[in-house]
T-cell receptor, first 120, second 118 residues
Framework: DAGVIQSPRHEVTEMGQEVTLRCKPI?????LFWYRQTMMRGLELLIY????????DSGMPEDRFSAKMPNASFSTLKIQPSEPRDSAVYFC??????????????????FGEGSRLTVL | AQKITQTQPGMFVQEKEAVTLDCTYD???????LFWYKQPSSGEMIFLIY??????QNATEGRYSLNFQKARKSANLVISASQLGDSAMYFC???????????????FGAGTILRVKS
C-alpha cells in the first residue's frame, strides 16, 4: 500500500522565492497534518485538516505560510516569500480521524518522508 | 507549560541490554492517547507503540513496551535487548481528548537520541 507521498524531497531556493510543498495522504484517511521539524523547535504542528477543512492553523508561523486541501487526496503548503529561517524539514502526515476512528484503532499518524527545505 | 517532556537529550546503551526512555505529559483531559515514534538518521517517522489513557495494561509491541504510570503522568518507553539498529531519535507524543474532540493532532516532545554501542 502506498504511504503518504510528499514532494519535493529536497528543495533549495533563494530568499524571496515562492516554495510549494505537496502531499498525497493515504487513501481513506480523512485527517491531514503539516508539521515542521527544526533543531531549535523540534516538531511543530503547523496546520491540520479534517475532511478537507482546516481545523486548526494556529501553528502557522505567519501570513507568508498558507495551506490548502482542495480534495481528499492532495494538499499543499506554500511559503511566499521564503526566508532563511524557514529552512526545515516539513512533514505531512495523515490518519483516520475524528469520528471515523474505530474503537480498536489508535489513530496513529502516518508520516511522509518529509521535504527538506533550504532557503539561502 | 510543556505538554510532553522528555528530559534525556541523549542516551547510550550497550547492545543486548534494556533501556528506558523517559516521557512525562501534562493534560487535564481524562481521555488521551500516548504514542512513541522512532526517527532514524534517514529521517522518516516510524510509529512504535500506543497507550490509551483507559488501557489498564501496559502496551507491548515486540521488544517495545510502555511503562504507563497514570498517576505520575509518565509513559516511559522500554526497549529490551537493544540492537544497533535501534540507534535513532525517539519521540513521545500525546493526543488530547477523545478522538473527535480535538481531532487527532499529536503534540510531540523534544526527543531523545539513543545510541546503541557494540
Amino acid at each position: 500500500d502506498a504511504g503518504v507521498i510528499q514532494s519535493p524531497r529536497h528543495e533549495v531556493t533563494e530568499m524571496g522565492q515562492e516554495v510549494t510543498l505537496r502531499c498525497k495522504p493515504i487513501s481513506g484517511h480523512n485527517s491531514l497534518f503539516w508539521y515542521r521539524q527544526t533543531m531549535m523547535r523540534g516538531l511543530e504542528l503547523l496546520i491540520y485538516f479534517n475532511n478537507n477543512v482546516p481545523i486548526d492553523d494556529s501553528g502557522m508561523p505567519e501570513d507568508r505560510f498558507s495551506a490548502k486541501m482542495p480534495n481528499a487526496s492532495f494538499s499543499t503548503l506554500k511559503i511566499q516569500p521564503s526566508e532563511p529561517r524557514d529552512s526545515a524539514v516539513y512533514f505531512c502526515a495523515s490518519s483516520l480521524g475524528a469520528l471515523s476512528l474505530p474503537r480498536d484503532n489508535t489513530g496513529e499518524l502516518f508520516f511522509g518522508e518529509g521535504s527538506r527545505l533550504t532557503v539561502l | 507549560a510543556q505538554k510532553i517532556t522528555q528530559t534525556q537529550p541523549g542516551m547510550f546503551v550497550q547492545e543486548k541490554e534494556a533501556v528506558t526512555l523517559d516521557c512525562t505529559y501534562d493534560t487535564s483531559d481524562q481521555s488521551y492517547g500516548l504514542f512513541w515514534y522512532k526517527q532514524p538518521s534517514s529521517g522518516e517517522m516510524i510509529f512504535l507503540i500506543y497507550q490509551g489513557s483507559y488501557d489498564e495494561q501496559n502496551a507491548t509491541e515486540g521488544r517495545y513496551s510502555l511503562n504507563f504510570q497514570k498517576a505520575r503522568k509518565s509513559a516511559n518507553l522500554v526497549i529490551s535487548a537493544s540492537q544497533l539498529g535501534d540507534s535513532a531519535m525517539y519521540f513521545c507524543a500525546m493526543r488530547e481528548g477523545q478522538s473527535g474532540k480535538y481531532g487527532n493532532k499529536l503534540v510531540f516532545g523534544a526527543g531523545t537520541i539513543l545510541r546503541v554501542k557494540s
